[in-house]
Each structure stands twice: as structure tokens, then as C-alpha cells.
């Protein structure tokens, strides 16, 4: 959380629960992202793409980025 408080600091003129949103876990995070945008909009999934874990309190976990972004998109109705 360290982490994404920093990260947070740099995101002038933003308020928290509005247009910022400090989210550790990733795949609800991935989620808010997508259900948010709107046509126009980019979402950037960045520093986890090549990663096949996710490391936290317990250990490593498997992750695949783009397995969960394909879900998320899935689940507000875009793909097969």
C-alpha cells in the first residue's frame, strides 16, 4: 500500500473515491478500471503484463494479466 500511496502522490488535482481510486488488489482494480471507461477512454494495465505471480503476504500467486483483463471485459459484455 506504501507503494500505491506514492504513486498516488503524484496524481494532481485528483480526489480519492471520485477519479483515484487505491486499489492493492489487482483483479478488482482491473475490474473498477474497466467498468469505468467510456467510449474514448484507454485503460493501461502496466507493470505486471510479463509477470506470471503475484507476490504478496502469503506467497506467490499465478497471475495472467491478460487472462484477467480478457474476464473483466468479459463480464461487461464485450468478447465471446
Known amino acids: 500500500m506504501r507503494i500505491i500511496e506514492q504513486v ?3 496524481c494532481a488535482n485528483k ?3 471520485e477519479d483515484l481510486f487505491l486499489i492493492p488488489n489487482r483483479r478488482e ?3 473498477l478500471a474497466t467498468a469505468r471507461a467510456r467510449p474514448g477512454d484507454t485503460v493501461l494495465l502496466l507493470g505486471k503484463g510479463h ?3 503475484i507476490i504478496g503476504p502469503g ?3 499465478a ?3 491478460r487472462a484477467e483483463a480478457e474476464a473483466a471485459l468479459r463480464a461487461l459484455g ?3
Open 78 to 80: 464485450y468478447g465471446a
Open 15 to 17: 480526489t480519492r473515491g
Open 59 to 61: 506467497g506467490a500467486l
Open 8 to 10: 498516488a502522490e503524484g
Open 51 to 53: 509477470e506470471g505471480s
Open 63 to 65: 497471475w495472467d494479466e
Open 29 to 31: 482494480a482491473i475490474r
